[in-house]
């Protein structure tokens, strides 16, 4: 507690990090390239994002195990681990890391003006994405306070409010960072303004202990 008394209560964490030491421009390069192949030839997650995810492309809908058939992302996820780790220990969940794994993992090409709407991921503990490709210009990662249908007559925060007291902030990680939030944090990626595609791959971290 303060010395003024005020308590600050049921925080949101976000975790964001560089995920490699060094290298990551490499590595990067080589994860471009898959996610660039599978939007070419994946089919069935080419029809599935035309319905759901109108100018792009995201392997969610068709291939979402990407780490257990590619060794690049199998590479990712023994990495993500230690980060999902440490921010676990931030949030002292009442569970051991070992039993948090990676249960599904995806690609996304954003070309210009695609947007990923308002979404949650159900039934998972700890969401992220790490981040291949985001020339300037592109969406950040926007989320939202979780309090907000329940503000009702709550006049709006101020402009420059800090982080902690704004409605909706937004997150802009560069290529190489990774970013982990608890599943039921709501957040959207805005309008690509770039020419250039933003490519990510997302992923869920479930308990298997339930």
Known sequence: MSQSGI?????????HAPLFPSGAAARNRDL???ALRLSEVDEAGIEWSRKNYPGGYTSYGSMDRLH?????????????DTHVAKFVKHLELDVQPRDLQMRSCWVNVMPAQVVHT????PLSVISGTYYVQTPAGAGSLKFE????????GSPPAKAKAKPQNQRFYNLKPKAGDVVLFESWMRHEVPPNQSHQDRISISFNYDWTER
Do not use: Q
């Not at 257990?68 to 993500?80: I, V």
């Open 7 to 15: 308590l600050t209560l049921f925080p949101c964490s976000v975790y």
């Open 32 to 34: 471009r390239e898959e």
């Open 68 to 80: 257990e058939f590619s060794s690049s992302f199998e590479a990712l996820r023994k990495r993500l």
């Open 118 to 121: 308002m979404h949650i991921h």
């Open 145 to 152: 306070d979780p309090r907000l249908g329940f503000f009702m």
